[in-house]
Structures are given as structure tokens and as C-alpha cells.
């Protein structure tokens, strides 16, 4: 797809580090699946892979994290 930000690059597939930040808490997510543009490196997470990472960051930050980095798992 084209970029929508930079509108001359194209996406790929590839993976991310999602960083995420609430009220002082910092969590970071690797190996994110996404499709990444090839100009200027803006990324777009599918609906599933977003709430997945949502849902991750949630969970963190209820048990009180205050800096946590998570590797992400594939999903079913």
C-alpha cells in the first residue's frame, strides 16, 4: 500500500518495536509484526496485532510497570 504519511514510499512486511507511555509508565513491545514503508519508515499494525499489543501494555501497566519491554508472540 502507499504511505500515507510521506505519500511516496510503499509498505513492506516486517517487524517493529512498539513504545507505548501512560501516566510516567514506558512500555516497549519487540519484534511486532507490521507493514513498514520503504521511504520513510512509518508503520501500520493490522486491527488484530493492535489490540494484541493494547492489550499487552494493559496488562503491564496494571501490574504497576514502570518500565517494561516485552517480546511480542505470534498470533493464532
Request: glycine share 6%; with cysteine.
Amino acid at each position: 500500500m502507499e504511505c500515507v504519511i510521506c505519500k511516496n514510499g510503499r509498505t513492506k512486511q516486517g517487524f517493529v518495536t512498539v513504545t507505548l507511555e501512560r501516566k510516567g509508565s514506558i512500555i516497549v513491545i519487540k519484534e511486532v509484526n507490521a507493514e513498514i514503508c520503504d521511504n520513510c519508515g512509518e508503520y501500520y499494525l493490522d486491527e488484530k496485532t493492535t489490540k494484541e499489543v493494547l492489550n499487552k501494555a494493559e496488562v503491564a501497566f496494571k501490574n504497576g510497570a514502570e518500565i517494561e519491554v516485552l517480546k511480542m508472540q505470534k498470533i493464532a
